[in-house]
């Protein structure tokens, strides 16, 4: 599969080119950087605009085989020179223009006021633009402008508004190259919100798979989960990043077709590292003998609310769904392993509220 490039790097590029048109006069249509991995980096420049004392141009960002929303946006970078001062080194100031957001809540990259612009695309921009300074003999002041024209828009389909990062997408790229992993980048994002909310003094983990349970959490104990963190299908790696980050508790909320499979010992949900939601189902209704005939239909089921209607018509659904719950809190317990207290709510859409583990309803409270 085909790597792309970070918006890091391409905001590097941009900086670069536009650093080396102004001290040179020259144009320059394609320009190459290091990237943290050691992988080169070609970029074609574009939109250039050329002036006396400061030049503009812009790198289309090519995300390669997993490509995000920013792919094919263009990354333009603005460097403007203060002076051609004769200091013995050049001063470089790096800001966020047009499209790229601003953070407003602690716990991120940058603190709260700085251009969303992590620290190594801005250690990357540094790099390169130094290069051409030695290269040109400047020791002055160079203004470095990131911009990206579409960003606000694209931003809202991103992660930012979470995140309190207002106005833009984020300049962002650890290795500079962007590999077939969206896995992994949602692991990232998993980890900064978590981080975050240990930032703005959060020492109980509210997490969620997704919004599915919304209206539930909503109506029935005021609870909003946008407010909690989305794990996705990352529940043991949650566990783990939450007792890594300090966290003393976290409780989990979910619909009973995603938690069903933590009663098995599965941490990891996504339904291609496996599933057996109705084999759990089966199981617990052995255990609390309801009829082969309806054990039966559960294997036959294709969701967990089917199942739980013939469970529930044969009276067995507070029973069977005490059995889970106990399954629930011993695996979620072990994968745990005594960092921080672990409590669980299971809903689904039919019948509401399924099931909590014992100290659910305490960290509940402790979080309104």
């Known amino acids: ?35 943290p991995k050691g ?38 970078a603005t460097v403007t020179a203060d002076n051609r001062g004769d200091g013995e ?13 601003r953070v407003t809540r602690p716990g991120l990259d940058q603190p709260v006021g ?22 040109c003999d400047f020791h002055g002041t160079l203004h470095i402008l990131i911009s990206v024209p579409d960003g606000e828009a694209l931003a809202e389909r991103t992660f930012n508004p979470r995140l309190g990062i207002v ?3 984020s300049i962002l790229g650890t290795t500079g ?20 909310q240990r930032a703005e003094g959060r020492n109980i983990a509210a997490v969620s798979p997704g919004n599915y349970g919304l209206d539930f959490m909503q109506q ?30 976290m409780l989990l909320t979910g619909h009973i077709g995603k938690l069903i499979k933590v009663a098995g010992g599965i941490m990891n949900t996504h339904s291609h590292e496996g599933d057996c939601r109705m084999e759990l189902l089966a199981a617990a209704g052995i255990r609390e003998n309801v009829s082969l005939e309806c054990l039966k239909k559960i294997l036959d089921c294709v ?22 719950m106990k399954k629930i809190d011993f695996y979620l317990k072990k994968r745990a392993a005594g960092r921080l207290q672990i409590a669980c709510i299971v809903y689904s859409n039919t019948y509401g509220l399924l099931g909590m583990t014992a100290k659910a309803e305490e960290l509940l409270r402790r979080l309104l």
């Open 167 to 169: 106005g833009g997408i």
């Open 39 to 76: 992988i080169p980096y070609t970029a074609e420049v574009t939109d250039i605009v050329r002036g006396e004392s400061q030049v503009s141009c812009a790198v289309v960002k090519d995300g390669g085989d997993d490509p995000d929303v920013t792919s094919g946006s263009k990354i333009c």
């Open 1 to 35: 599969m085909r790597y792309g490039f970070t918006t890091g790097s391409c905001a590097a590029a941009a900086a670069k080119a536009a650093a080396y048109m102004l001290l040179t006069g020259k144009i320059k249509n394609c320009i190459t950087i290091e990237t």
């Open 114 to 135: 700085n251009a969303a612009i992590n620290h190594v695309p801005r250690e990357m921009i540094t790099r390169e633009v130094q290069e051409v300074c030695r290269l």
């Open 177 to 196: 190259i962007v590999e077939p992993m969206s896995s992994q980048a949602l692991k990232e994002t998993i980890r900064v919100e978590l981080r975050q």
């Open 89 to 101: 080194k050049e001063l470089l100031q790096i800001d966020g223009g047009k499209g790229v957001g």
């Open 220 to 249: 029935t104990y005021g609870y909003d989960l946008d407010r909690s963190v989305k794990c996705s299908n990352f529940i043991g790696e949650t566990i783990d990043m939450a007792a890594e980050l300090g966290f003393c508790a």
């Open 303 to 324: 969701t967990t609310e089917e199942a739980l209607a013939f469970i529930d018509a044969e009276g067995k659904k507070e029973d069977v769904m005490e059995d889970i």
